[in-house]
């Protein structure tokens, strides 16, 4: 069973940084596109970041210049480092992953359980 498992929530200050992890586990053939998500209460969940395999990478507008994403692809591991947080940063953030696990017969989208930062004094 391939599972995506998150790290690296918590509570920080404004202006403060954190770093989220996210591993794909399990029976894999291969990783395309791995990103972030999140989610704010009453909102609909919205891109963060993408990342592809070969190192492209998508921001969304608010997060440009704060946010970096980047991945090991031996490890099939995906980063969000966050810096400069702000108290709109505080979401659910759920990572994903483009990939195809063995056995399978195509790609498809996984998601992680999500993690909570929450920005604030």
């Known amino acids: 069973q391939v599972q995506l498992v998150e790290s690296g929530g918590g509570l920080v200050q404004p202006g403060g940084s954190l770093r989220l992890s996210c591993a794909a586990t399990?029976?894999?053939?291969?990783?395309?596109?791995m990103g972030w998500y999140r989610q704010a209460p009453g909102k609909e969940r919205e891109l963060v970041a993408l990342?592809?395999?070969?190192?492209?990478?998508k921001y969304a507008d608010s997060v440009k210049g704060r946010f970096t994403i980047s991945r090991d692809n031996i490890k099939n591991t995906v980063f969000l480092q966050m810096n400069t947080l702000k108290p709109e940063d505080t979401a659910v953030y759920y990572c994903?992953?483009?990939?195809?696990?063995?056995?399978?017969?195509?790609?498809?989208?996984?998601w992680g359980q999500g993690t909570q930062v929450t920005v604030s004094s």
């Open positions: 990342i592809s395999s070969g190192g492209s990478t």
């Open positions: 399990g029976s894999i053939f291969s990783v395309h596109n």
């Open positions: 994903v992953a483009d990939l195809w696990a063995v056995n399978t017969g195509s790609t498809k989208d996984y």
